[in-house]
């Protein structure tokens, strides 16, 4: 099936239309998002996650959008990337179901925790608005394989030597620095120890 898409980096067709459609159910859904104003989503959720499609092609292999809550940046980077396999992984069963009714065919949908998932599997682990930077580094790369990557959107304050020592640990190392992303290269396996079990990660960050 890989091969069958291999070249295929266009959008879907419709695909604006389509996106358009999901970020105003994004909006009208209750418990998705706190922003209710239509433009505002649209610049914050769908034009901010597809400022990452241009990084995320740098990197082969399937993408998983770690705490996707209402598909952000997951299906935005799905419709525009049909040729990848991308898993939405979310641990709230409600946002599970409206990911599973706006997932487009690449897409597939994973209820869980990233702490519980297999290691050094996926080619791009991307998370926006998951948690502080160490704390999404910890979760998001001990699900990519080496060679790999994980890209994370991050604010202006990103400490991004934390995040570095955070990747270190982690098999990991800090990459280039496009404005409001920080890049980690997955150079080595996942150490021994590594994921911490649910909820330590939460409590005693690496850094």
């Known amino acids: 099936m890989e091969d069958a898409r291999e070249g295929r980096e266009a959008p879907l067709a419709g695909s604006a239309a389509y996106l358009e459609e999901w970020l105003r159910a994004l909006v009208a859904t209750p418990g998705l998002t706190s922003i209710a104003d239509l433009d505002a989503a649209r610049r914050a959720l769908l034009e901010d996650s597809l400022r990452g499609v241009a990084i995320v092609k740098q990197f082969d292999g399937s993408i998983v959008d770690v705490g996707s809550g209402g598909g952000v940046p997951g299906i935005p980077l799905a419709v525009s990337l049909p040729a990848r396999d991308v898993t939405l992984l979310e641990s709230n069963g409600r946002k599970c179901d409206f990911l599973r009714g706006w997932a487009p065919a690449n897409v597939t949908v994973v209820q869980g925790r990233a702490e519980e998932q297999s290691i050094d599997c996926f080619g791009v682990a991307v998370a926006k608005a998951l948690a502080p930077p160490p704390v999404a580094a910890e979760w998001c790369l001990p699900l990519v394989r080496p060679t790999g990557a994980v890209v994370l959107w991050v604010g202006p304050s990103a400490d991004s030597d934390r995040v570095a020592r955070v990747a270190h640990r982690l098999g990991g190392e800090l990459d280039e620095q ?5 890049v980690l290269r997955k150079v080595a396996p996942t ?4 994921p911490r079990r649910p909820g330590i990660a939460r409590k005693r960050p690496l850094a």
């Open 178 to 182: 496009p404005p409001g992303f920080l």
């Open 191 to 194: 150490p021994e120890g590594f």
